[in-house]
């Protein structure tokens, strides 16, 4: 890596580096979904999921000497041991459906 890349990397905000993979993805066909305002949010989760076909990224952005807080390491943990994703409409009448998965044991 040059010198210069070292200082243009240095001097990237997070802000424009995650707007920069935002950008890079959704040309590339990614649909791409991130929580702009995150304060009323519980801590941690990351930056920015993106889904193209079967594939799904789900990534954290910082800048080259940004720190992940405990929260954050503890969400990508817990993505990291994914197997299984499942994605629906849910509605009221659903319920005892979503308690019977959200109870059951876990594979």
Request: proline letters at 4%.
């Amino acid at each position: 890596m040059t010198a210069a890349r070292r200082t243009l990397d240095a001097a990237v905000t997070e802000r424009e580096f995650l707007a920069a993979i935002i950008s890079l993805a959704k040309l590339n066909g990614w649909a791409t979904y991130h929580t702009h305002d995150s304060r009323r949010s519980d801590p941690g989760f990351p930056d920015l999921v993106a889904v193209r076909g079967a594939q799904m990224l789900i990534m954290e952005a910082k800048r080259e000497k940004g720190r992940v807080t405990p929260e954050q390491q503890a969400w990508i943990d817990r993505l990291w041991q994914v197997k299984y994703v499942t994605a629906s409409v849910v509605r009221p009448h659903d319920l005892d459906e979503i308690a019977r998965v959200l109870t059951a044991r876990a594979r």
